[in-house]
């Protein structure tokens, strides 16, 4: 697999990349996703929001109930395990430190993981644990692309010129 050039991607500007994309054994299950992502490249600022927000490596998978990302910092839907336990303040958390680094670092786009709770832009899980995809964007997503920073995913990198 052949890593980004992130110079091609983003024409030299810092881009906020998943954790997990670069490499990190940051999954909710423990694992990593396929490393896109050269880690210790200059222009990329890492960061999983789950952890910082204070989940575990290992944590239940969790999926928004009630809306997305939006609805969630909003207060009118929340984050919850498969056990049923909330964890919409981790959520929140990790989101306002992803925006306080990108704010930090003069980040203006961020690559996330697809589908995720925190990171998913465009399809998220729909809450029931089913595997079935709703329109719609997980918490650190929404919080970022509402300050105006562009978020894409892995599957749409071409995309932050």
Same mark, same amino acid.
């Given at each position: 697999?052949?890593?980004?050039?992130?110079?091609?991607?983003? $024409?030299?500007?810092?881009? &906020?990349?998943?954790?997990?994309?670069?490499?990190?054994?940051?999954?909710?299950?423990? @694992?990593? @996703? +396929?490393?896109? !992502?050269?880690?210790?490249?200059?222009?990329?600022?890492?960061?999983?929001?789950?952890?910082?927000?204070?989940?575990?490596?290992? /944590?239940?998978?969790?999926?928004?109930? $009630?809306?997305?990302?939006?609805?969630?910092? #909003?207060? !009118?839907?929340?984050?919850?395990? /498969?056990?049923?336990?909330?964890?919409?303040?981790?959520?929140?958390?990790? #989101?306002?430190? #992803?925006?306080?680094? +990108?704010?930090?670092?003069?980040?203006?786009?961020?690559?996330?993981?697809?589908?995720?709770?925190? +990171?998913?832009? $465009?399809?998220?899980?729909?809450?029931? !644990?089913?595997?079935?995809?709703?329109?719609? !964007?997980?918490?650190?997503?929404? &919080?970022?692309?509402?300050?105006?920073?562009?978020?894409?995913?892995?599957?749409?990198?071409?995309?932050?010129?």
């Amino acid at each position: 697999m052949r890593l980004m050039n992130n110079d091609q991607v983003n $024409g030299n500007k810092k881009i &906020l990349v998943g954790a997990c994309l670069a490499g990190r054994p940051c999954r909710y299950d423990g @694992n990593m @996703n +396929c490393m896109l !992502f050269q880690p210790g490249d200059p222009t990329v600022v890492l960061i999983c929001p789950e952890v910082e927000g204070g989940l575990p490596v290992p /944590r239940e998978p969790a999926e928004i109930l $009630g809306g997305d990302g939006y609805d969630v910092l #909003a207060g !009118f839907a929340k984050v919850v395990t /498969r056990q049923g336990k909330e964890v919409t303040k981790e959520y929140v958390k990790g #989101a306002e430190k #992803a925006l306080d680094l +990108c704010l930090k670092q003069g980040v203006t786009h961020a690559v996330l993981k697809s589908k995720s709770p925190s +990171c998913g832009s $465009g399809k998220v899980y729909d809450g029931t !644990f089913s595997g079935t995809l709703k329109e719609g !964007f997980g918490v650190t997503a929404a &919080l970022l692309a509402y300050n105006g920073i562009r978020v894409t995913d892995e599957h749409s990198t071409g995309n932050l010129s």
